[in-house]
C-alpha cells in the first residue's frame, strides 16, 4: 500500500510543506492567541478594578464640588445684595452733595472771598 502523504507547494518558492509542519505553526499561532487573550482579559480586569477603585474619590470630590458651588451662590447673592443696597446709598449721598452744592449762592460765596481779601490784605503787609 502507498502511504497517503500529501505535500502543499509553498507560495512560489518551489519547497514542499508538510501537513505536520502546518498543524505545528496553527498550533502555535493558537497558543499565542489564547496567550494574548488572558493576557488582555487580565488587563481589563486590572483597569476596571482601577477604575472601581477611584469611584469613591470621585464621588467625594462631586459632593464637594456641588456644596462649593452652593456657597458661592449664596455668597454671590449676598455680595449683589451689598453693592446695591452701597450703590443705592451712595447715589442719595451723592444726590444729596449736589443738593446742596446748587444751593450755595456764587455770587455771595464771591462777595465773602472779596471782603476777606480786603481784610486779610493789610495784615499781609504788615509781615513783608
Do not use: H
Not at 464637594?64 to 453693592?83: C, G, P, Q, R, Y
Not at 455770587?107 to 465773602?112: A, F, P, Q, R, Y
Request: glycine residues 6%; aromatic residues 6%.
Amino acid at each position: 500500500m502507498e502511504e497517503n502523504k500529501t505535500c502543499l507547494k509553498g507560495s512560489g518558492s518551489g519547497t514542499e510543506v508538510k501537513p505536520e509542519d502546518i498543524l505545528k505553526k496553527q498550533l502555535f499561532w493558537s497558543r499565542v492567541t489564547g496567550i494574548c487573550s488572558i493576557f488582555g482579559a487580565v488587563c481589563i480586569l486590572i483597569l476596571m478594578a482601577a477604575v472601581l477603585s477611584f469611584v469613591p474619590a470621585v464621588t467625594d470630590i462631586m459632593t464637594n464640588f456641588e456644596e462649593v458651588s452652593a456657597e458661592l451662590k449664596d455668597m454671590s447673592t449676598e455680595i449683589t445684595k451689598v453693592l446695591r443696597s452701597l450703590n443705592d446709598q451712595g447715589l442719595n449721598e451723592i444726590y444729596g452733595t449736589l443738593n446742596n452744592i446748587q444751593q450755595i449762592d456764587i455770587k455771595k460765596l464771591n462777595e465773602s472771598i472779596d471782603s476777606l481779601y480786603r481784610i486779610i490784605d493789610p495784615i499781609a503787609e504788615l509781615f513783608k
